[in-house]
């Protein structure tokens, strides 16, 4: 029978392990923020946008307020040199215009603002497929690269300025009517030549598979952009202030991780050069694994470990380990088990939410638990294939 004393001792447990498991479940910030890597700054950026300039619907400074609210480090402001639907009010004879006019704006937000935002002169070159849609960013002087009737020469000349190029949405279903990214003689032309050094892997709404798969096969880098138009909040349904949970997600901008030795133009375009990027956008973390790993290893921090005080324990002392993971980062984690401990309150399925505490209990059966070793299902470094990370357990 049991005794009024051990029911009590079993209530007093019970209550210990709802609240020792309840995962305080946060809505990701609205500024985003990712940690830096051992070697490297983690800068957010956008760096394809769009103004009334070409065919957005908001003048350049709102695209800057939007950066600030959304915690960016970088943006370029890339409207299509040869598309000017509001031309007859918006004359834009210099092309390099959007950029100053953003530029100086910023130039005066940044010293009201603890994150300083860099922005850098870019411009769309907006071509029917081949090639398509190519961004150019780090250019001198935009307005020559203009050359209406030849698509090669506005490339060539974005690089003889020695700018960062890269493909925009390359299976989008205007330009390619099955929605597969793929290669044309035209951009193995480019890519032979050295002309062209990145690719959109995500762009507004869209991840594209066959892209990612296309950077890897001919190393170009990875990019994520938001292409956006009209206003950021509205298109990706960023969450108000006030509300208290994110119900909708991806409730963000696509971004491009650029892993740089330092915050300044010089070293983002490097880093671009070498391909040191990674993508974050609804729910899916994007990039080469030697990026992703260390990130993402960087994002979930183990704080305590304790062992669990079983006092009803007959056999000694409890060799269950409680553990707790935090995740500093926006993006949430799907984890899979890849270590042969099993967990008391968890599959081999676990799911860390954004800026949140996760506490497990691991049973480690007497072994030493040095580290926890998972599959991360959401972090995609080729396709259909996921980073595996080790947490290390002090
Ligand atoms: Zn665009």
């Known amino acids: 029978m049991i005794k009024i004393k051990e029911v009590f001792l079993l209530i007093i447990f019970f209550l210990f392990n709802i609240t020792l498991y309840a995962q305080t479940k946060k809505k990701y910030e609205r500024k985003l923020f990712f940690p830096d890597l051992d070697n490297y700054k983690t800068l957010l950026t956008d760096f394809h946008q769009h103004t009334v300039f070409s065919d957005g619907l908001v003048w350049p400074t709102i695209r800057v307020e939007e950066a600030v609210k959304d915690g960016l480090d970088a943006i370029s402001l890339t409207d299509h040199l040869e598309y000017q639907p509001f031309s007859k009010d918006v004359p834009n004879p210099d092309r390099n215009r959007v ?189 080469k694994e030697e990026y992703l790993k260390p990130l993402i290893e960087k994002c979930l921090v183990i704080n305590n470990v304790n062992n669990l005080n079983l006092s009803y324990s007959e056999d000694g002392e409890s060799s269950i380990k409680k553990i707790e993971i935090e995740n500093i980062s926006d993006a949430p984690f799907f984890l899979k088990n890849l270590s042969d401990f099993t967990f008391e309150t968890n599959s081999d399925i676990i799911t860390i939410y954004p800026n949140s505490k996760h506490t497990i209990a691991v049973r480690t059966k007497g072994n030493s638990l040095n580290e926890l070793k998972f599959e991360v299902l959401n972090g995609i470094i080729a396709p259909k294939k996921y980073t595996k990370i080790s947490l290390i357990v002090k």
């Open 99 to 287: 950029y100053i006019v953003a530029k100086d704006f910023t130039d005066r937000i940044n010293k009201t603002v603890d994150k300083k935002l860099i922005i850098i002169n870019g411009q769309e070159i907006t071509r029917s497929m081949p090639p398509g849609h190519i961004n150019a960013i780090f250019l001198d002087d935009a307005n020559k690269l203009l050359h209406p009737d030849d698509s090669l020469k506005g490339i060539e000349e974005a690089n003889k300025q020695n700018a960062f190029v890269f493909w925009n949405h390359p299976g989008w279903p205007a330009q390619r009517s099955d929605g597969i990214a793929k290669l044309d003689d035209f951009h193995r032309y480019l890519i032979d030549k050295n002309l062209l050094h990145g690719i959109e892997v995500v762009n507004e709404l869209y991840y594209s598979e066959e892209a990612l798969d296309i950077a890897l096969k001919h190393n170009l880098t990875i990019m994520g952009t938001s292409d956006i138009h009209g206003l950021i909040d509205w298109l990706f349904k960023v969450p108000d202030d006030n509300e208290s949970e994110n119900k909708n997600l991806p409730g963000h901008r696509p971004i491009t991780m650029v892993f740089a030795k330092s915050k300044d133009k010089k070293s983002i375009k490097e880093a671009l050069f070498e391909g040191r990027t990674a993508v974050f956008y609804n729910e899916m973390l994007i990039g």
